[in-house]
C-alpha cells in the first residue's frame, strides 16, 4: 500500500479542519491533551513525546510515557485521535514527521510571501 501525498494539506482548508475539532463529550482533564491534538492537525506543530507515539500508534511507547492523567483517560485519547484526525496524519512516525514537514512547508512559503 502506498503512503498518500501530504501536499493534501495545502488542500484542506482551516474550515474543514475545524469540523475537526471538537472536545464535546471528552473528559475536561485531558481538554490540554486534546488542545495539542488539534495544534498538530491544524498547525503541524510537533507535539511532546507522548502524543507523539500516540498519534504514530505506538501505544505501548504512549503507555510508558503517559502521565497519571492522560493513562487514565488513553482510551478516550485513542477515540479522539481516530475520530477526530484525518487519517493522512496519523497511524505511523513517517505520517506524524511528514505532516509536520508539510506544514513547516506552508509556514515557510507564506513567510515568503510576507516579505515580498
Known sequence: MTEPQLNVVEQISPDMLKEF???E???PSIH???ASIDNYVQFGVPTGGFLKACISNDFKEAACRADMVNKLFLQ???KYITNHMPAISQG????YYKWCAAHQEIREKTEDKDER
Do not use: F, K, N, W
Open 32 to 34: 490540554g491533551t486534546l
Open 76 to 78: 478516550d485519547i485513542a
Open 21 to 23: 475539532v471538537t472536545r
Open 25 to 27: 463529550g471528552y473528559h
Open 92 to 95: 505511523s512516525e513517517d505520517r
